[in-house]
């Protein structure tokens, strides 16, 4: 078991940066592929971004990909999400999510997580 609190939203402006960090209680989070996903009004849940357990391979959704990165501490048990040249449309929740299972490494498909946090509001303004 594991639970994930995330931090960092806030209000920008188009074009700023943000910041999301997920800290991650338990003594196994290196052993977890974590992933970052959003979800915006009316809108289904969306894939952001992944990372492996501990390589650190990453993979992003095209709509991010070049502006968003994402990193973690194992030593820590963090993830982060920094978040450059933001627009409109990445108003949304985000998510913080662990993935258990051995047989993935970066999964971007919520179902593939076990554990999820609470969300944090990103809002960008125009």
């Known amino acids: 078991q594991v639970q994930l609190v995330e931090s960092g939203g806030g209000l920008v402006q188009a074009g700023g940066s943000l910041r999301l960090s997920c800290a991650a209680s338990?003594?196994?989070?290196?052993?977890?592929?974590m992933g970052w996903f959003r979800q915006a009004p009316g809108k289904e849940r969306e894939f952001v971004a992944a990372?492996?357990?501990?390589?650190?391979?990453?993979y992003y959704a095209d709509s991010v990909k070049g502006r968003f990165a994402i990193s973690r501490d194992n030593a820590r048990n963090s993830v982060y999400l920094q978040m450059n040249s933001l627009n409109t449309e990445d108003t949304a929740v985000y998510y913080c999510?662990?993935?258990?299972?051995?047989?993935?490494?970066?999964?971007?498909?919520?179902?593939?997580?076990?554990?999820w946090g609470q969300g944090t509001q990103v809002t960008a303004s125009s």
């Open positions: 990372i492996s357990r501990s390589v650190g391979s990453t």
């Open positions: 338990g003594r196994t989070f290196s052993s977890y592929a």
């Open positions: 999510a662990a993935d258990r299972s051995v047989g993935r490494t970066m999964p971007s498909v919520a179902d593939e997580y076990d554990y």
